[in-house]
């Protein structure tokens, strides 16, 4: 009962904020969803200070929920999977050199820049880690979220091949920095010894290459089986067991499951949308997909906003965030303008899309729950603290100012329909 009612406060919770935001604020649902959360969470601390003791028994529940564990093995492949089967995955193949260079190369250009900058920048403050622990921060800050991606992105009038560019990179780069992050994880814990580099590159290897397999075999298994019979309760009930059998057999295989969700997705949204699916089919898949990805976003971003009542967040900490702040928009700057100016023959490279590309890649839940799978014997609380900061600070400051950003370089669009 305790899980039951743990998920009913949850959805109470987010459909109550979700009719005030829908009401009166009318912002983007997941911004407005985190910003009622998160203030009510600060006026719940405020209170609960005083005593208030249903307050605290709120916080105590809050703390027993594994945010770690309900986003990445729980929600992260419904909502992959929900955001892939909607991408043009023809104009992603004519952007791919684009999309994998900031996924893969930016991501890992980013982490260094992270690390080095945090690393010379925390003494400042009276903070001395280990560069290894900045480097696990400059990995689970870096990625984009596809999830918070996606979200804000259905609201902004933007142009296919720059949207996609976003899209593309946030799906796909989630999973190459869960890899990055385990590999530094096991070199954190064990030291260079046992975590030699042959023993990260098998690690690499097995959790990147091993999950892009997956993913294939799955999304053709998945077209196959859309492809031979025409019953759209049935077919609904198959790609939702290809996410759930999906997701059980990455973990099982030690391979990155965001990866192979993310590239079935692909190809069942492409292959089989077209030739795998009647028209009623087609519609009842999206509307299943659609709504399910609402609920979850409203859950997700409701959690966010909720983790401020148990976060240990002091003043050394807030400002560490702050600079953080900056140090995570440079680095994702540099991260993007490099490898892009280096493709700039067989890409639209400019400088109004570059601002969009930088504004536009939005950290979110992920990096929250990478940061909360950290043991307490490393410096836990400055890097959650820190990511929290961050987080916040992207999906409600860039998250409302990329739309009028876009629209102010030329480079909105109403003619073409966005992405869902």
Known sequence: MELYNTLTLLLVIAAAFGYINHRFLRLPSTIGLMILALVSSLVAIALGRLGVPWLLTASELVRGINFHDVLMEVMLSFLLFAGALHVDVRTLGKERGSVAAMAVAGTLLSTLIVAGSTYYVLPLFGVETHFIYCLLFGALISPTDPIAVLGILKQAKISKNLEIKIVGESLFNDGIAVVVFASLYEIAIYGTDKASPAFIGKLFLQEALGGVVLGVVLGYAGFWALRTIDNYKVEVLITLALVMGGTALASQWHTSGPL?????????????????????????????WEMLDEILNAVLFVLIGLEMLVLDINRTILMVGVISIFLTLLARLISVALPLSLLKRY??????????????????????????????????????????????????????????????????????????
Request: proline share 5%; net charge neutral; charged share 20%.
């Open 260 to 288: 192979a969700i993310v590239v079935a997705g692909l190809i069942v949204g492409d292959k089989g949308r077209e030739k795998g699916m009647s028209d009623l089919t087609r519609e009842y898949v999206d509307k299943f």
């Open 347 to 420: 890409s639209d490279f400019n400088a109004p899309t570059l601002r969009v590309l930088v504004w536009g890649g939005l950290r979110g839940g992920i990096s929250v729950a990478l940061a909360l799978s950290l043991p307490d014997s490393m410096p836990r609380d400055l890097i959650v603290g820190a990511t929290y900061v961050v987080v916040v600070f992207s999906i409600i400051v860039q998250g409302l100012t990329i739309g009028p950003l876009v629209k102010k370089l030329g480079l909105s669009t109403e003619a073409e329909p966005g992405m869902h």
